[in-house]
């Protein structure tokens, strides 16, 4: 049986692997201290790295465009370009 994959989420191109959730055939008694108990050791979730915001760039070009040539010509301008060099 194949693993079972993740839908895509925040915005990756690659849907991830999931790994199967052990379920037990004894139910957890205390579900409540259940949530609290330390993951095993490698189950641990690493930071996540902060991806880089490219996309930030090219709307704040094309906002500086937009604002020296009239505002609705300058920023579509401004996006075609790609975020339009400064100046």
Do not use: C, H, W
Request: charged letters at 40%; proline letters at 7%.
């Amino acid at each position: 049986m194949a693993k079972r994959m993740a839908s895509k989420r925040a915005g990756r191109s690659k849907p991830r692997r999931v790994r199967k959730g052990k379920r037990s055939l004894r139910p957890i008694r205390n579900r409540r201290t259940a949530r609290r108990r330390a993951p095993k050791t490698g189950r641990r979730r690493r930071a996540v790295k902060p991806r880089p915001r490219i996309f930030r760039r090219v709307y704040n070009k094309a906002f500086n465009k937009a604002y020296k040539e009239g505002f609705a010509s300058g920023f579509a301008k401004g996006l075609q370009d790609g975020g339009a060099p400064e100046g």
